[in-house]
Nanobody, 125 residues
Framework: QVPLVESGGGLVQSGGSLRLSCAAG?????????IGWFRQAPGKKREGVSC????????KYSDSVKGRFTTFRDNAKNTVYLQMNSLKPDDTAVYYC?????????????????WGQGTQVSVSS
């Protein structure tokens, strides 16, 4: 397991943008992990948003964010990002990053063993 720390959440108006960051804990490296982004809205189950493979070449997105969100990694900075554009009120949730060896096809919560503490994203209408 690898400790993860998310940042970049906040309050934004509908149509706006935010960039979330996922960094490894002190002394740890994300180079060997696929990184997924998940979100959980109040009263709802945690759902997969995206995943980027170890080499950054394979990226998967849920249908709800495809075309609006982009995930990418900067290994020099030991950080994975989630760029969120054209945000909608339905995107309001706590966003988590998580680590696994590969990106599963279904973005399943159960596939990921290491999780961050989450960062709140709120989109106003």
């Amino acid at each position: 397991q690898v400790p993860l720390v998310e940042s970049g959440g906040g309050l934004v108006q509908s149509g706006g943008s935010l960039r979330l960051s996922c960094a490894a804990g002190p002394g740890r490296n994300l180079d060997y992990y696929a990184i997924g982004w998940f979100r959980q809205a109040p009263g709802k189950k945690r759902e997969g948003v995206s995943c980027v493979s170890v080499n950054g070449l394979i990226k998967k997105y849920s249908d709800s964010v495809k075309g609006r969100f982009t995930t990418f990694r900067d290994n020099a900075k030991n950080t994975v990002y989630l760029q969120m554009n054209s945000l909608k009120p339905d995107d309001t949730a706590v966003y988590y990053c998580a680590a696994d060896s590969v990106c599963s096809d279904g973005l399943y919560v159960s596939d990921f063993g290491s999780w961050g503490q989450g960062t709140q994203v709120s989109v106003s209408s």
